[in-house]
């Protein structure tokens, strides 16, 4: 807040970086500019946090590939250093205590209070963010004023995905123009004027003022755990073999549900 006019500062947030920056642009509206909020938590009622899995199960690749969409991308300076302290009990316990603490706290609510311009960025594959919390989210920011942009990588919404009624409500805000859907575009950068977006159909690069991006992108299916119990796997998104009526697997006595399945 040092050494900047009042309102003039963009927050950028990330993961847990989204409920502090939607709780701080609540409490310090004077404050604040613009959010934008890159794949936020706690915009939904549960919290579905993956990297305890890798950590309690001393796995330092699962915890890297729940962290990082493509860990290939990764600084080899970051990744050592993900590599030293993984090693450390104290730290993987501290870790486990730090991401728990956080999981009762949700922002859902909060967004009614929010006041400032605010970009979604959403994808269908978040491990964390379900897209049907990316989609509440953006119809209650638009109810309490917020002008919001969704910027979807694909031509359309998952229709399995979002609760009919959410999605009725979505694209009737949509077709209304209350909220602007801006299809086939990847979002490039952010700076301190907003986003900077490409549409895939012309190429053309627009910058859409914002105050705030939610930044909900997707994640990579772990199937380690079913390969190492023999559970066959199939199709594009290597997808369990299961009963239907039973939930059982190929493998006697394994049973599968949830996203998973």
């Not at 949700?106 to 959403?122: E, G």
């Not at 910027?151 to 602007?180: M, Q, V």
């Not at 119990?229 to 599968?256: A, C, Q, S, W």
Request: charged letters at 30%; a positive charge; proline letters at 5%.
């Amino acid at each position: 807040r040092r050494g900047r006019p009042a309102g003039e500062t963009a927050m950028v947030a990330a993961s847990l970086g989204g409920k502090i920056a939607v709780e701080y642009a609540v409490r310090h509206p004077e404050q604040v500019a613009r959010l934008v909020l890159l794949c936020p938590s706690g915009m939904g009622d549960e919290e579905r946090l993956p990297i305890v899995e890798g950590v309690r199960r001393n796995d330092l690749k699962a915890l890297v590939d729940s962290v990082f969409y493509d860990p290939r991308q990764l600084d080899p300076g970051l990744l050592g250093y993900y590599q030293k302290q993984f090693a450390t009990r104290r730290w993987r316990a501290g870790l486990l205590r730090t991401i728990r603490g956080t999981m009762d706290h949700v922002v859902r609510n909060r967004l009614a209070d929010v006041r400032h311009p605010t970009l979604l960025v959403s994808g269908k594959d978040d491990r964390i963010v379900d897209p049907r919390a990316a989609a509440e989210a953006a119809i209650r920011l638009n109810r309490m004023g917020s002008a919001v942009t969704i910027c979807h990588r694909g031509d359309d919404f998952d229709d399995s995905r979002i609760k009919p009624w959410l999605l009725t409500e979505l694209r009737l805000l949509i077709r209304e123009n209350k909220i602007r859907f801006l299809p086939r575009a990847d979002v490039l950068s952010i700076d301190d004027v907003g986003v900077n977006v490409r549409r895939r159909d012309d190429g053309r690069i627009e910058t859409i003022a914002s105050d705030a991006v939610l930044l909900l992108t997707g994640y990579r299916q772990d199937s380690t755990l079913f390969e190492q119990l023999g559970i066959e796997l199939g199709g594009p998104h290597r997808t369990p073999t299961f009963d239907p009526e039973t939930m059982e697997t190929n493998v006697k006595n394994v049973y599968v549900a949830g996203t998973c399945s």
